[in-house]
């Protein structure tokens, strides 16, 4: 712990100063400049401007892994499949889904669907069930409409 702290420190000074650090068999640190928020640039001319050293600073340290690295890595490597996932296709035609909406709908209390319940009504996957709802939503005399925002959006009758 020691020892990568002090790693660190010294790292951390180098860049400071301008340098690219190279250590072997891991690999290379560079600094990133950019430009500060909110600072205004110089003018030199009459239509020209640049930018000053206040208005620069380190934004990023970059980090090039060495080749050497990434084949010790890759020859302990096992790997193995993890198994086998199949995507949940819906039982349903995209016709008796839009009529299982419309009837959940239609249900006392049901004034509104969320996606995850959607997908779950029809068999569907959750990228799926959010495409076929968006869609109907977007879709003039659907009978459709949308309202909130990302995790928030329910669908509900027109």
């Given at each position: 712990?020691?020892?990568?702290?002090?790693?660190s420190?010294?790292?951390?000074e180098?860049?400071?100063?301008?340098?690219?650090?190279?250590?072997?068999?891991?690999?290379?640190f560079?600094?990133?400049l950019?430009?500060?928020?909110?600072?205004?640039?110089?003018?030199?001319?009459e239509?020209?401007?640049?930018?000053?050293?206040?208005?620069i600073?380190?934004?990023?340290?970059?980090?090039?892994?060495?080749?050497?690295?990434?084949?010790?890595?890759?020859?302990?490597?096992?790997?193995?499949?993890?198994?086998?996932?199949?995507?949940?296709?819906?039982?349903?035609?995209?016709?008796?889904?839009?009529?299982?909406?419309?009837?959940y709908?239609?249900?006392?209390?049901?004034?509104?669907?969320r996606?995850?319940?959607?997908?779950?009504?029809?068999?569907?996957a959750?990228?799926?069930a959010?495409?076929?709802?968006?869609?109907?939503?977007?879709?003039?005399?659907?009978?459709?409409?949308?309202?909130?925002?990302?995790?928030?959006k329910?669908?509900?009758?027109?």
């Open positions: 712990l020691h020892a990568l702290a002090a790693v420190e010294e790292l951390s180098l860049l400071a100063q301008g340098h690219t650090v190279t250590l072997d068999g891991i690999g290379t560079r600094a990133a950019g430009t500060k928020t909110g600072v205004r640039m110089d003018g030199i001319g239509n020209e401007s640049s930018l000053n050293s206040a208005s600073e380190v934004t990023d340290v970059n980090f090039r892994c060495d080749a050497r690295l990434v084949d010790s890595v890759n020859r302990r490597c096992s790997l193995t499949r993890g198994g086998v996932r199949r995507v949940n296709s819906s039982p349903y035609t995209k016709e008796e889904r839009r009529n299982m909406l419309f009837a709908l239609s249900e006392p209390g049901n004034k509104f669907i996606v995850a319940e959607y997908a779950e009504l029809t068999g569907m959750r990228s799926s959010t495409v076929e709802l968006r869609k109907w939503a977007e879709t003039k005399g659907s009978g459709l409409i949308s309202k909130g925002k990302v995790s928030a329910v669908y509900m009758k027109e």
